[in-house]
């Protein structure tokens, strides 16, 4: 599978402001996945989009999806303390086997400033 | 917790002992897959276990061995290992990709290995 690369690398902002992080790929999917690292942990799945879907939300998180620019926005809206973490999206097009490992870019550390 | 569990959590060992990590999973899944998380580079992608197979080893050094006795346990078998294998070592679970075409992973929690 292809990876994705966030933008930006790092992001500092206050508690309660909106976070809005990209993402961009390089070839056709079925579906992109977010995912949430907070420090020295392993990742969590936040959202998934798929390749028909422009927009999908899950409670304070809005997910765009725009496949002629292969690209992809993770919006957090009133950001708390809690979302600091790294955040990475996963490009993911089915190959036809049994099982594909989803890869990773560096992903976008989030900063919340109480 | 997440459903998947890696034991042991941080691991400290010399370059010529042998260790394993272990990861288990009680989510049904299918698919299995080893991740490694160095300091300031992507996730690598290790290996890859669907049904108890292996499908894909991402040119992976032999000091690493993986093995998958069934589809409810991984492990990653160390030996010989060098410092810069220090690193985050990560599991994950997924159903079989072609159920739903989705390849949703659950991760554990890590294993933090260092290597003296």
């Known amino acids: 599978s292809q990876q994705g690369e966030e933008d930006p690398q790092a992001l500092s902002i206050q508690e309660g402001e909106n976070a809005t992080m990209n993402c961009s790929y390089k070839?056709?999917?079925?579906?992109l996945q977010w995912y949430r690292q907070n420090s020295g942990r392993g990742l969590v799945h936040l959202i998934l989009i798929r390749s028909n879907e422009r927009e999908k939300h899950s409670g304070r998180l809005r997910v765009t999806l725009d496949t002629s620019k292969k690209s992809s926005s993770l919006l957090i809206t009133a950001s708390r303390a809690a979302d600091t973490a790294s955040y990475f999206c996963a490009p993911y097009m089915y190959s036809g086997g049994g099982a594909d490992g989803l890869t990773f870019g560096k992903g976008t550390h989030l900063i919340i400033q109480p | 917790e997440t459903g998947v569990t890696q034991t042991p959590r941080h691991l400290v060992m010399g370059m010529t002992n042998k260790k394993s990590l272990k990861c288990e999973q009680h989510l049904g899944h299918n698919a299995m897959y080893w991740y490694k998380q160095s300091a300031k580079k992507p996730l690598e992608l290790m290996f890859v276990?669907?049904?108890?197979?292996?499908?894909e080893n991402n040119s992976v050094p032999s000091r690493f061995s993986p093995e998958c006795p069934n589809s409810s346990h991984l492990f990653l078998h160390l030996h010989t290992l060098q410092p810069e294998d220090s690193a985050l070592y990560l599991c994950?679970?997924?159903?079989?990709?072609?159920?739903?075409?989705?390849?949703?992973?659950?991760f554990g929690a890590g294993s933090r290995l260092t290597v003296l």
């Open positions: 276990y669907s049904l108890e197979e292996r499908v």
């Open positions: 994950a679970s997924s159903p079989r990709a072609g159920y739903s075409g989705a390849n949703v992973l659950t």
């Open positions: 070839t056709s999917i079925n579906n």
